[in-house]
């Protein structure tokens, strides 16, 4: 495990981002974790987390010209990374959309820079990949090419066509790329060396043999 791994998931179990219990997810799945991003809730928070994402961008290195964050969790997650990557030196334009368009002043369902050229999608966790999928939908529309997906956790789970998860489905399907901070497996790894997780391990393990992907 990469250290911006080990701290990333530190935070979000300090922060509640990462909680253990029984959720009922969009898929309808009963999951014993939940990642609720939005608890990254102060500028400590999102400025840690900015960095982490920088870091995880690092190490793959993707090419891209601009990022783009799905209303509405992904707003102030690709505001972080913005944020993160201009102390770095790199002044990358962002935008976001609306959930509703705006008929009034301004108008439209976009904020922010233009959407053009390789577009990098920021966004919080991948499950089933529904998300994923009308955010590339969005950005087409708006004339700019989707060059890859950038989130914070991805679960692992089986998407829609059987062994893949839903990440892999997304990269065999569009071509993009997705980069995760951490996924599953790391959060596992993570459970032999912070007891408040390895309390829940056989639990994750679990739900892992049950909806996780097998490739
Ligand atoms: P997909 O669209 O199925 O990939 O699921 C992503 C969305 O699921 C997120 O944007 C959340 O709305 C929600 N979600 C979480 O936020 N955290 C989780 O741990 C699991 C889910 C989920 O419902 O699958």
Redesign the pocket.
């Known amino acids: 495990m990469k250290p911006h791994q080990s701290r990333f998931l530190d935070l979000a179990l300090d922060r509640q981002v990462l909680r253990f219990g029984q959720?009922t997810?969009?898929?309808g799945?009963v999951?014993p974790?939940?990642?609720?991003?939005g608890l990254f809730d102060s500028g400590a928070a999102l400025g840690t987390l900015g960095k982490c994402y920088a870091e995880a961008l690092d190490d793959a290195g993707l090419q891209f010209d601009m990022l783009f964050g799905p209303a509405y969790?992904g707003i102030p997650l690709a505001t972080a990374l913005a944020v993160a990557m201009a102390c770095r030196g790199r002044d990358v334009p962002v935008a976001f959309n609306r959930k509703e368009a705006k008929a009034h002043g301004e108008g439209g369902s976009l904020i922010g820079a233009p959407v053009r050229g390789r577009v990098l999608i920021v966004?919080?966790?991948?499950?089933?990949?529904?998300?994923?999928?009308e955010s590339i939908g969005i950005i087409r529309a708006a004339g700019g090419e989707p060059c890859g997906v950038l989130i914070a956790?991805d679960?692992q789970e089986r998407g829609q066509s059987g062994d893949l998860s839903?990440a892999q489905e997304v990269t065999a399907e569009f071509g993009l790329p997705v980069i995760a901070v951490a996924g599953l497996d790391e959060l596992l790894a993570h459970a032999d060396e912070r007891p408040q997780v390895a309390a829940h391990k056989d639990a994750l393990v679990s739900y892992r043999a049950a909806y996780g992907s097998r490739r």
């Open positions: 959720f997810l969009k898929s799945r999951s974790y939940f990642f609720n991003a969790k966004d919080d966790v991948i499950t089933a990949g529904t998300a994923i999928r956790l679960r839903a």
